[in-house]
């Protein structure tokens, strides 16, 4: 599940964002516990206790003293907006940079999102 790419703690965090925004974890669902989770996965609890502290400051997740974590209610579409933003700014800005440095028509980028993306007619 972990790689070397980012620190295990975001990777954590990552999965569960995954995890809600698929819908595998809805509003209100309870998480595993941070001592579950690093069971689980043989790492550290206090990797486990950063990644969720992080949701929790992200307000993904809430802490219900003495009972567990659980997904907030509005978390999906939360993260949605968020990798929206992400997916505009990263991605999108600088393909459209590129393909007006090469002068690829818009008529052109659409034709092309629409063979990726078939099906969709917005």
């Known amino acids: 599940m972990f790689d070397d790419r980012s620190p295990i703690y975001r990777q954590i965090a990552d999965q569960i964002k995954d995890d809600v925004l698929r819908g595998v974890l809805a509003a209100d669902d309870q998480v595993m516990s941070t001592n579950q989770y690093a069971a689980y996965y043989r790492i550290n609890p206090a990797t486990a206790a950063k990644a969720f502290q992080q949701l929790v400051d992200e307000g993904v997740i809430y802490k ?32 459209a940079a590129e393909a007006r ?22």
């Open 64 to 95: 219900r003293r003495g009972v567990g974590m659980f997904v907030h209610a509005g978390a999906q579409e939360q993260i949605r907006r968020t990798r929206r933003e992400r997916f505009f700014a990263e991605v999108l800005e600088p393909m």
């Open 101 to 122: 440095a090469l002068g690829v028509p818009v008529a052109d980028i659409v034709a092309r999102l629409h063979q990726l993306i078939p099906g969709d007619s917005r």
